[in-house]
């Protein structure tokens, strides 16, 4: 059964460095979704791409995080600097299109924890 | 705006006994309803969906029925397993997708 790719899939760093996460989505799946979960909470939606285009990034903090899918597949989601706060599980996820109907697939995640 | 309210955990069961986990949600629209479930250290997997009113969802014996009126899409299953345990998330689709705090659930053997 096709997957929801993530790596890395744990990730320790020092306040104030740079951290990336990478993402490929299923083949075929037009939208693709960065969540932030921190732990005991539900995700939260970080930022949402139709395709290449951000379609949704409204609770992004654009001053440390930004998120990319250049050729509208796989996607990398950036922070720098890093702050204490930022410890959680990011999750990538995707699915066919954006209607409300369909199911949304998610990786594994990527733990990240700064120090 | 939408909402998502799920009953809090930790629940705690015996092998066996039947399980409700409570969700009910605020919609201006007609949303499509979702559980998930997570086990320790995973992502979110689909359990079972819902798109419109009345219809049931259902998948490895948990239920959910999608009930209008009351605005509730309660998960339910009839004897559960220890490898039940795990973290179950309500989730509503409309032109956001919204996900509750989640419920864990601990069973007993």
């Known amino acids: 059964e096709a997957e929801v790719a993530q790596s890395p899939r744990y990730k320790i760093t020092e306040k104030s460095q740079a951290v990336a996460f990478w993402c490929d989505p299923i083949?075929?799946?037009?939208?693709l979704y960065w969540y932030r979960q921190i732990l005991g909470q539900g995700p939260e939606l970080l930022v949402q791409?139709?395709?290449?285009?951000?379609?949704?990034d409204s609770q992004l903090p654009k001053d440390r995080f930004s998120a990319e899918r250049l050729k509208g597949v796989d996607s990398t989601l950036k922070i720098q600097p890093a702050e204490l706060g930022d410890s959680a599980m990011y999750l990538c996820?995707?699915?066919?299109?954006?209607?409300?109907?369909?199911?949304?697939?998610f990786g594994e995640g990527s733990w990240l924890t700064v120090v | 705006g939408d909402s998502v309210t799920q009953m809090e955990g930790p629940v705690t069961l015996s092998e066996e006994a039947f399980l409700t986990i409570n969700c009910t949600y605020t919609a201006t629209g007609y949303p499509s309803l979702f559980w998930y479930v997570q086990y320790p250290g995973e992502g979110l997997q689909l359990l079972l969906k819902?798109?419109?009113?009345?219809d049931k969802g259902s998948n490895k014996g948990f239920e959910a029925t999608y009930r209008k009126e009351t605005t509730s899409f309660h998960l339910e299953k009839g004897s559960v397993q220890v490898s039940d345990s795990a973290v179950y998330f309500c989730?509503?689709?409309?032109?956001?997708?919204?996900f509750g705090k989640g419920t864990r659930l601990h069973i007993l053997p």
């Open positions: 996820a995707s699915s066919l299109t954006d209607r409300a109907g369909n199911t949304i697939y």
């Open positions: 819902a798109t419109k009113a009345d």
């Open positions: 989730d509503i689709r409309d032109d956001k997708i919204i």
């Open positions: 791409f139709q395709d290449e285009s951000v379609v949704d």
């Open positions: 083949s075929g799946h037009a939208t």
